[in-house]
């Protein structure tokens, strides 16, 4: 079966980064894209940007550009997110989830368990 | 930024009732609008794809319906397991907005 397993909870300081792992397993990793959606405790979710897994092609919102970066590592069926710069207000719980992309539709499949980053000093 | 609202914020609903959330997008995003399902603690589950397909494994009581800026999530015959916050996205362009969700909560 799918499954996507984050790597365990975060506590940095502020102006830190933090790289937050995601372990696909149950398909072909290369087929299918990754993307991150972070959602801060008691609010709605947030989408921050999307990996092909087969390209490595990558998209961010506009809103974190410049201080997100998405990777992946094929070999390991592994996908990454950095945040660099740390803030108050990026605490948070960040998910990757599987991004099925066709003709008629693209969602999030099958979501990680979700990783909780704190920022503290 | 394409804004997506959903209505209402909150609703409180009996087992056995039918209920609908709507959801507006800021501009057309066609037929690009999924249906999340969030329980406390969880991580979200894809209840809807591209605004009416049935995500495998979802009770068939749960519906689809829209297009354009204009969605609604239909639950039939409500259960005490429906109790979560519901989010649509859309996925017609980047960034992919969420509503801010609606909380269901049964009586």
Known sequence: QVQLVQSGAEVKKPGASVKVSCKASGYTFSSYGISWVRQAPGQGLEWLG???ADNGKTNYA???????????????STAYM?????????????????????????????????TLVTVSS | DIQMTQSPSSLSASV?????????????????????????????????????????????RFSGS???????????????EDSATYYCQQSYST?????????????
């Open chain 1, 50 to 52: 999307w990996i092909s």
């Open chain 1, 82 to 114: 950095e945040l660099r710069g740390l803030r108050s207000d990026d605490r948070a719980v960040y998910y990757c989830a599987r991004a099925l992309t066709t003709v008629t539709h693209d969602c999030l499949d099958y979501w990680g368990q979700g």
């Open chain 1, 62 to 76: 506009q809103k974190f550009q410049g201080r997100v970066t998405v990777t992946t590592d094929t070999s390991m």
């Open chain 2, 66 to 80: 829209g297009s354009g800026t204009d969605f609604s999530l239909t639950i039939n015959s409500l259960q005490p």
């Open chain 2, 95 to 107: 960034p992919y907005t969420f509503g801010q969700g609606t909380k269901l909560e049964i009586k």
């Open chain 2, 16 to 60: 056995g009732d039918r209920v609908t959330i709507t959801c507006r997008a800021s501009q057309s995003i066609s037929s690009y609008l999924n249906w999340y399902q969030q329980k406390p603690g969880k991580a979200p589950n894809l209840l809807i794809y591209g605004t009416s397909g049935l995500q495998s494994g979802v009770p068939s």
